[in-house]
């Protein structure tokens, strides 16, 4: 039997079903080989030769497709069929070949299919193939660049930025992205201006609304209303005068549909529609795609293959009749200058197939791919028609003219299907629908009403809008983005809130560091250029080495110019680059650098473990922080008032904001401390809230059996704690919510102390309840579970407990992924049963030195 490799377990399993029982099908579970992060994985002086090293967790994987080799000696390597899929299959042809499980004769091929479907499957296995040695030296030049850049210029950053974690090439200017969107908002000045809009009424007594645009005879542009004076003298020019309809224009327009998924398209949109994460997007979009239901997620390719484009019109035709369908097909063109990736768009691989006909699904995966069928079968639909309506209304002297304007749907065309979501959207008068209104009629007011508006800063960027962003500046490629988003929050350089992206302190320092001393390599059109250079190699056009030697020359002689400076030099010139956001003018016109606390050191950019923050040149005389972002002269340190002679205040530290009672003496070096709880906004704390967390721990009341029972906030949250007094130590009870810690009376604390008591290794009598039941074990019987640990959601089989990767959210577990998750966690353990082999008792057996203890009692 021919051994079939892929990446995963569940791709194998649904193309064994394909294949039958005349193939092997294996998963090799992604890469199998890396980069060791060690000096000289990549011989700089070496033509760039790289060493490789197979994983720990890898090394079965290729033990066991060496070990089906030795029964077939036929290897097909069939793993995705884009540039990363390409190294992959590369990866495992050499490591096989060093361990010579590969030998002279043995046949390997390649075979690549966008659809994991009976009849691609099939078609690729008759037309396999060699190795795509371009695309492999595509990849070899991508990661050879990222370790190059990763390796040298992230201890740049440990030994000049303390707290900085690390650099990529994407990922810096990912950030500089975010970091420079925030500055644009910090520097925004808002502009006052005014709008008038009447509301007003036909002679039919229909009503709609019209919007001010030639004031005193002249055409209104955006800021000639600047305040309410001159939006009240409007108003009054517009009561003052009787209107009528001056002209009633109708257009024709039509609306063509957008071309199907992409992978930073689909992105975008699950993400606008959804709130999905690009990270949640592509794992889901991968789950589809092993199924069977979608062709290939990682592509930037838009066009469709004939046959799906004759299975979508036949579809649109018995769904939604032939006048739904355009008499010719929709042909889109690809605007990659080189579709390295994936060529086709992505679409389901059965057009007959809805959201509907797939219950089965996990929700996120039927949402998904209900979002790829629809517009996929849209874009493929009629266009949609419109009439357009503009209506001039005005008074007769010509000193005030108003428009109203609207539009009908006069053929939905592919909007009764699906409508491409929008970024930041906005109320469009255009989308109104106006009543019936005739060119010379009267028009009565019902009311004019002037409105304030204050222009607004560029909003912050989304996950969705960042790929956007990223795409037209050629940074990165769609097989990437989820990757280089997900990067620079593990980092804590950007976090996530209410869907947007604002950069951290740590993230700001960073970019402002990269900015001043290697600003070439977080240029956008440098890191483009590079970009569609990796292209080229791909496409056969350009010699992988003297790209990266190009690359290498300059960046390692701006690596050692910089190596030689001071953290002082470094820390003043990042001062003064970001002197504007750091000290901001005063109202009081005082110098913004003087410490506001002791009035006399000078405020200077400080660094730390924890990332970057302003101090107090007094230091330690005066204590004086806050952060550098947003928190205006006073910062993030102030005084709430006073207690008992002592001041009260919050601060900022490595763990987050706390109240603190008084300053650090020689007599008192560590004053009283609370941190906020979870829940708890910094913004809100007054005198009072901060008293309360100072006053803890709190007491209850006298335990029943003895012994005081309190509520406080620990390491874990929030706790009620008692100790007995007979016991050696307390218990402890989990409290779910912090404002309990404050409320909780006695009957409840006593009745949760019993319950952990009785169960001291668990949560109560109640057994832990699943947060997914996944259902039976396929192969071996017995439930599998989602359960929650105190390290986080882990799945469950009898006395198995696999966890579940960072990147894969417990709510999109499947059955399939779980038993993938519990094999490999059981094939761990196996080693330490070996342990007891009895290769130790035979080597037991050998004890000649026993005979020369005599000789040496002797002496």
């Known amino acids: 039997m021919p051994v079939v490799v892929v990446e995963s377990p569940a791709k194998a399993k649904t193309i064994n079903k394909y294949l039958g029982s005349d193939y092997t099908v294996l998963a090799s579970y992604g890469h199998v080989r890396d980069l060791p992060p060690k000096d000289g994985s990549v011989d700089t002086n070496a033509d760039f030769a790289m060493k490789w090293e197979i994983g720990r967790d890898s090394a079965k994987h290729v033990r066991a497709i060496a070990d089906a080799l030795k029964n077939d000696n036929n290897l097909i390597l069939a793993t995705d069929p884009d540039r990363e899929g390409e190294a992959i299959s590369w990866h495992l042809e050499e490591a096989l070949r060093k361990r010579r499980a590969i030998k002279q004769d043995t046949p390997v091929s390649r075979v690549v299919f966008n659809a994991i479907t009976k009849s691609a499957v099939t078609e690729a296995m008759e037309h396999p193939r060699d190795v795509d040695t371009d695309l492999v030296e595509a990849y070899l030049a991508r990661r050879a660049l990222d370790y190059l850049v990763g390796f040298n210029l992230s201890p740049v950053l440990w030994r000049k930025l303390p707290g900085a974690r690390s650099a990529g090439r994407v990922q810096s200017v990912c950030l500089r992205l975010i970091v420079e969107r925030e500055e644009e908002i910090e520097a925004f000045n808002a502009r006052e201006y005014w709008s008038v809009k009447a509301l007003l009424s036909t002679p039919r007594g229909q009503e709609f609304e019209a919007r001010l645009t030639v004031l005193g005879g002249q055409k209104l542009d955006r800021y000639d209303l600047e305040n309410e004076t001159a939006a009240e003298m409007a108003v009054q020019a517009i009561s003052s005068r009787d209107l009528s309809v001056q002209s009633v224009e109708a257009k024709p327009a039509t609306r063509n549909p957008s071309p199907?998924?992409?992978?930073?398209?689909?992105?975008?949109?699950?993400?606008?529609?959804?709130?999905?994460?690009?990270?949640?997007?592509?794992s889901t979009a991968q789950r589809l795609y092993e199924a069977g239901y979608i062709t290939y997620m990682r592509t930037d390719g838009i066009d469709m293959a004939p046959e799906a484009v004759a299975a979508a019109r036949d579809a649109i035709s018995?769904?939604?009749g032939r006048e739904f369908i355009p008499a010719k097909p929709r042909i889109y063109k690809n605007k990659a200058k080189n579709a390295q990736e994936a060529h086709e768009c992505i679409r389901p691989t059965d057009m007959t197939v809805s959201a509907s006909d797939l219950a089965r699904l996990e929700p996120d995966q039927r949402k998904l791919y209900d979002l790829i069928w629809k517009r996929t079968l849209a874009s493929q639909m009629e266009s949609a028609k419109f009439e357009r309506t503009t209506v001039d209304v005005g008074s007769s002297d010509g000193q005030v003219v108003l428009r109203a304007t609207g539009q009908v749907v006069v053929f939905e065309g592919f909007l009764k299907v699906y409508e491409e979501g929008r970024d930041d959207q906005v109320v469009d008068d255009d989308d109104k629908r106006l009543p019936q209104i005739m060119e010379g009629e009267k028009a009565e007011k019902k009311g004019v009403t002037p409105e304030q508006h204050f222009t607004q800063p560029p909003p912050r960027y989304t996950e969705a809008t960042l790929v956007k962003r990223m795409e037209e500046l050629g940074i990165g490629r769609p097989s990437t983005y989820a990757s280089v988003i997900t990067t620079i929050q593990d980092r804590e350089y950007v976090r996530k809130d209410k869907n947007r992206l604002f950069p951290e302190d740590k993230g700001r320092i960073v970019t402002i560091f990269l900015m001043n001393f290697f600003r070439k390599y977080v240029g956008y059109e440098f890191t483009a250029n590079l970009e569609e250079e990796l292209d080229e190699i791909s496409a056969g056009d350009a010699d992988y080495k003297e790209v990266l030697a190009r690359f290498w020359r300059d960046f390692s002689a701006a690596i050692a110019e910089t190596s030689e400076l001071r953290i002082s030099e470094v820390l003043d010139k990042l001062d003064a680059a970001l002197a504007p956001q750091l000290y901001p003018p005063r109202e009081d016109g005082s110098d913004p650098r003087i410490c506001p606390k002791c009035g006399q050191g000078k405020l200077h950019l400080k660094t730390s473990r924890t990332g970057g923050f302003v101090g107090c040149g007094n230091y330690p005389e005066c204590t004086y922080t806050r952060p550098i972002?947003?928190?205006?002269?006073?910062?993030?340190?102030?005084?709430?008032?006073?207690?008992?002679?002592?001041?009260?205040?919050?601060?900022?530290?490595?763990?987050?904001p706390y109240v603190q009672r008084g300053e650090p003496t020689p007599e008192n070096k560590k004053p009283p401390r609370a941190s906020l709880p979870k829940g708890w906004d910094k913004d809100a704390m007054d005198l009072e809230k901060a008293l309360v967390l100072l006053s803890l721990p709190r007491e209850i009341g006298e335990h029943p059996e003895g012994g005081m029972i309190s509520a406080n906030f620990g390491r874990f949250g929030p706790y009620v704690m008692h100790k007995l007094p007979d016991d050696a130590k307390p218990t402890y009870a989990n409290l779910k919510d912090p404002d309990d810690v404050f409320e909780i009376g006695m009957n409840r604390a006593v009745e949760m102390l019993a319950e952990k008591r009785a169960n001291p290794g668990g949560r109560g009598r109640a057994a832990a309840k699943p947060l997914k039941e996944l259902g039976e074990h396929p192969e071996s019987g017995g439930p599998v579970n989602v359960m929650d640990g105190r390290y986080g959601p882990y799945v469950k089989w009898e006395k198995i407990n696999a966890t579940i990767p960072k990147d894969v959210d417990a709510a999109d577990m499947t059955i399939e992924m779980a038993v993938a998750l519990i094999a490999e966690k059981a094939g761990k353990k196996k080693p330490a049963k070996k342990k007891a082999a009895p290769k130790k008792k035979a080597a037991a057996k050998k004890k000649p030195v026993a005979k020369k203890k005599p000789a040496a009692g002797k002496g």
Do not use: V
């Open 318 to 320: 018995d769904r939604y």
């Open 260 to 282: 199907p998924f992409m992978t930073s398209t689909l992105q975008q949109d699950a993400s606008r529609k959804f709130g999905f994460g690009a990270r949640q997007t592509m």
């Open 629 to 656: 972002a947003g928190e205006g002269a006073e910062g993030d340190e102030r005084m709430l008032g006073e207690d008992q002679g002592d001041e009260i205040w919050l601060k900022s530290g490595r763990f987050g």
